[in-house]
C-alpha cells in the first residue's frame, strides 16, 4: 500500500515539475526579442527615412513589395534624385520609434545600385535581378531570412 502511495506521490510530483517547467519555458518564450519590437505596421515603414553607413542619407521609403504569402521582400527607396532603388528587406534595420531604417553598406556601393521609376519597375522575382540585387548589398537570397532576423 505504501508503495502505491509512493508512486502516486512520485507521478504527482513529476506532473507538477513537468507543467511548471512548461510554464517558465513558455514565459521565457513570451520574453524573447523576436516577439519584443519586431512587428512593423506599413504606416511605420512607408515614408521612413533611410540612411546609409557614415550618417549618409539614402532617401525615404518608398514602396514596399510582398511576396505571394505576404511578407515583406523590398524596400522601395526614393532617392534625393527621385530614382528608385531597391532594398532587400533583410538588409534594412529599423528603430520604429525614429521612423528611420539603416542599410549597412557604403555609400560609394549604393550609388552603383541600378536606379529606375515608377513607370518601369523591374521584374523582382527573375532569378538574375534578386541575385544581383542581392549581392549589392552583400546577401544571398534564400538565406535564413525572416527566421533568423526575427531570433536578433
Avoid at 515603414?45 to 521582400?73: F, P
Avoid at 526614393?78 to 528608385?84: D, P, T, Y
Wanted: hydrophobic fraction near 40%.
Amino acid at each position: 500500500m505504501l508503495s502505491k502511495i509512493a508512486y502516486a506521490g512520485s507521478a504527482v510530483v513529476l506532473l507538477a515539475a513537468i507543467v511548471t517547467a512548461n510554464f517558465t519555458v513558455a514565459d521565457d518564450k513570451a520574453k524573447t526579442p523576436a516577439d519584443e519590437g519586431q512587428h512593423f505596421r506599413a504606416k511605420q515603414i512607408l515614408g521612413a527615412k533611410v540612411g546609409l553607413e557614415g550618417n549618409t542619407s539614402a532617401g525615404t521609403v518608398d514602396d514596399i513589395v510582398l511576396d505571394e504569402s505576404g511578407n515583406v521582400d523590398y524596400l522601395i527607396v526614393a532617392n534625393s534624385e527621385n530614382k528608385l532603388v531597391t532594398v532587400p528587406w533583410d538588409a534594412a534595420r529599423f528603430n520604429v520609434e525614429k521612423r528611420t531604417a539603416v542599410i549597412q553598406i557604403q555609400p560609394e556601393q549604393f550609388q552603383k545600385i541600378p536606379t529606375y521609376t515608377a513607370q518601369q519597375y523591374p521584374d523582382f522575382y527573375t532569378p538574375t535581378y534578386r541575385t544581383q540585387v542581392y549581392k549589392y548589398y552583400g546577401l544571398t537570397p534564400g538565406q535564413q531570412r525572416r527566421a533568423f532576423r526575427r531570433a536578433n
